[in-house]
């Protein structure tokens, strides 16, 4: 069952990927328009400016 729906998911026409990294990759995941919950979990202060971001765009969230 979980592969047909992973499956199904996969086949969505409208299903794109972009790959970022670093610093603004974080910031840019953790504030898109389409991002309703945030988990923060990078180690250290890596992480704080996307965290940050993340509350003042207005996404729920939990950070560990």
């Known amino acids: 069952m979980r592969r047909r729906c992973a499956a199904d998911w996969l086949a969505?026409?409208?299903?794109?990927?972009?790959?970022v990294d670093g610093a603004a990759g974080?910031?840019?995941?953790?504030?898109h328009s389409e991002v309703d919950f945030v988990?923060?979990?990078i180690v250290g202060v890596s992480g704080l400016e996307a965290?940050?971001?993340?509350v003042r765009a207005g996404k729920d969230g939990?950070?560990?």
């Open 12 to 19: 969505r026409e409208s299903l794109r990927f972009e790959v």
């Open 26 to 31: 974080t910031v840019r995941v953790a504030t």
């Open 39 to 41: 988990v923060s979990a």
């Open 51 to 54: 965290t940050y971001e993340a």
């Open 62 to 64: 939990w950070a560990g």
